[in-house]
């Protein structure tokens, strides 16, 4: 059975910093692209994040490029989100995601119907 776990959201001042995390297991997590997508009340789910099965290659949204870093340990199970400067645009459901699909990291990264398991999600809030 496939279990997605993310952890680290909260709430934070506008120019503070969270590191989100998400675990995955039941499945061989260097077979799967993942990514971090978020979604705020009344919006649809967007990407943020995507890394290639190997960690050698990303893409992140204009919005958050200069200010998120997404990394992954294949040997621990382990994606990361190091977001930094953030901004009360920011504030939303987090989520983690992992795709099968031989398709780029880019293409994938907007169209989250195209990834195969979901976290729970984690709760990011940004005050002013």
């Known amino acids: 059975q496939v279990q997605v776990v993310e952890s680290g959201g909260g709430l934070v001042q506008a120019g503070g910093s969270l590191r989100l995390s998400c675990t995955a297991s039941g499945l061989t997590f260097g077979d799967y692209i993942m990514g971090w997508f978020r979604q705020a009340p009344g919006k649809e789910r967007e990407g943020v994040s995507c890394i290639s099965r190997s960690g050698s290659s990303t893409f992140s949204a204009d919005s958050v490029k200069a200010r998120f870093t997404i990394s992954r340990d294949n040997a621990k199970n382990t994606l990361s989100l190091q977001m930094n400067n953030l901004e009360p645009e920011d504030t939303a459901m987090y989520y983690c995601?992992?795709?099968?699909?031989?398709?780029?990291?880019?293409?994938?990264?907007?169209?989250?119907?195209?990834?195969?398991?979901w976290g729970q999600g984690t709760q990011v809030t940004v005050s002013l």
């Open positions: 995601a992992l795709a099968s699909k031989l398709r780029s990291i880019i293409s994938l990264c907007w169209t989250p119907s195209d990834f195969d398991y």
